[in-house]
C-alpha cells in the first residue's frame, strides 16, 4: 500500500522560509518521479515542482530560484524548501508520485502553507 505523508506546513511571515517533507512508503522515491503540487483557494491543482528517477528537476516560473526540491533515498523521503515565501505561494502542498510502471499517481493528504503579508 502506498502511502505519502507531508510534513513541515505551517505560518511564516513574508519573506520566511519552510521546508515540506514527504514521506514514502510502499513506493521508492528514487525509482518514480515525484512532485509536489499546490492549490490555492478557488484555484486550480498546480505543479511547483519535481524531480525525475535521474534527479532531474522541474520548477513552476513562479517558484524558480526561490524553492527546491530534493530526495533522500535511504529515509525515502523527498523535500521542498522553499524561501522568499511571499503571501502568493498560501495554498495546500501535496507530495505526488508518478509510478513509472503503471503510470498511476499517488497523493498525500496535503499541508497547508500561509504566508502573511
Known amino acids: 500500500q502506498v502511502q505519502l505523508q507531508e510534513s513541515g506546513g505551517g505560518l511564516v511571515q513574508a519573506g520566511g522560509s519552510l521546508r515540506l517533507s514527504c514521506a514514502a512508503s510502499?513506493?521508492?522515491?528514487?525509482?518514480?518521479?515525484m512532485g509536489w503540487y499546490r492549490q490555492a483557494p478557488g484555484k486550480q491543482r498546480e505543479l511547483v515542482a519535481s524531480?525525475?528517477?535521474?534527479?532531474?528537476?522541474t520548477y513552476a516560473d513562479s517558484v524558480k530560484g526561490r524553492f527546491a526540491i530534493s530526495r533522500d533515498n535511504a529515509k525515502n523521503t523527498v523535500y521542498l524548501q522553499m524561501n522568499s515565501l511571499n503571501p502568493e505561494d498560501t495554498a495546500v502542498y501535496y507530495c505526488?508520485?508518478?509510478?513509472?510502471?503503471?503510470?498511476?499517481?499517488?497523493w498525500g493528504q496535503g499541508t497547508q502553507v500561509t504566508v502573511s503579508s
Open positions: 524531480m525525475t528517477t535521474f534527479g532531474t528537476t
Open positions: 505526488n508520485a508518478r509510478q513509472i510502471i503503471t503510470q498511476r499517481d499517488y
Open positions: 510502499g513506493i521508492s522515491v528514487s525509482s518514480n518521479a
